[in-house]
């Protein structure tokens, strides 16, 4: 059985970005329903990039980010900034959140990162090993 690991003294909570009218930045969220299924004791949140992100929490993250070609944790903002070919789904959000972060607005911040080609079922199967991750 999973034992759900709380992040800094909170269960978890994932926020999920993406567009579903957009197919490349859809997959978070055409995953995020199989993935509530396998982890009912995680909170998993659809915000729109345009929404506040909450503030002085630690955050975690599910998006598409182009210019990698495996899932990926993320745990570094500057990484969309030292590397050009990094971006999340939304240039503004990448740019919101290290904007939040030299504010001393942000706790820490993990991003599962989803290349936007993965197929639906990988991307699904390497999310929930990213997540089991986060719950040792």
């Known amino acids: 059985m999973l034992k759900l690991r709380q992040f800094d003294g909170m ?18 969220l055409r995953v995020m329903g199989k993935l509530q299924g ?12 345009a929404e506040n992100i909450p503030e002085k929490e630690d955050l975690i993250i599910l998006d598409t980010v182009f210019g990698i070609k495996t899932v ?12 050009k070919k990094l971006t999340m789904h939304d240039c503004d959000l990448g740019f919101q959140l290290l904007v ?11 991003i599962i990162g989803v290349p936007p ?20």
């Open 11 to 28: 269960l978890l909570k994932i926020l999920v970005f993406g567009n579903p009218l957009v197919k490349e930045d859809s997959l978070p």
């Open 38 to 49: 396998k982890f009912p004791k995680i909170e998993f949140v659809l915000l729109d990039a």
């Open 72 to 83: 990926k944790m993320i745990e570094e903002l500057e990484i969309f900034v030292q590397n």
């Open 100 to 110: 939040m972060k030299k504010m001393g607005l942000l706790g820490k911040v993990k």
């Open 117 to 136: 080609e993965y197929g639906e079922e990988k991307a699904r199967n390497a999310v929930e090993r990213a997540i089991r991750k986060l719950c040792k």
